[in-house]
Nanobody, 114 residues
Framework: QVQLVESGGGLVQGGGSLRLSCAAS?????MGWYRQAPGKQREFVAA???????SYADSVKGRFTISRDNAKNTVYLQMNSLKPEDTAVYYC???????????WGQGTQVTVSS
């Protein structure tokens, strides 16, 4: 089992920045972020492997940056140029292989005002 603890959400004006963090209870290959807006399905945002390979949803490319500190088992999501459509609950996800992992954090709310 892997426990994931997220932090860093909040309310920000459009064009602003936030950084999310997710700490895992142990080392794990892939860590990523998904988000779910009201009335919508959960969608992929970004992911990173333990070797540093990254992937992003087209909607966040150039604005969001995912990184990780393997010594701390922590992944970060730096979100810049935020838009109201980025408003959602952001969930950390982790797994031992590529693709969607079996472990989820509790979610952190990000609200972007116009």
């Amino acid at each position: 089992q892997v426990q994931l603890v997220e932090s860093g959400g909040g309310l920000v004006q459009g064009g602003g920045s936030l950084r999310l963090s997710c700490a895992a209870s142990r080392s794990i290959f892939r860590m990523g972020w998904y988000r779910q807006a009201p009335g919508k399905q959960r969608e992929f945002v970004a992911a990173i492997s333990s070797g540093g390979s990254t992937s992003y949803a087209d909607s966040v490319k150039g604005r969001f940056t995912i990184s990780r500190d393997n010594a701390k088992n922590t992944v970060y999501l730096q979100m810049n140029s935020l838009k109201p459509e980025d408003t959602a609950v952001y969930y950390c996800n982790a797994g031992p292989t590529r693709g969607l992992g079996p472990y989820w954090g509790q979610g952190t709310q990000v609200t972007v005002s116009s």
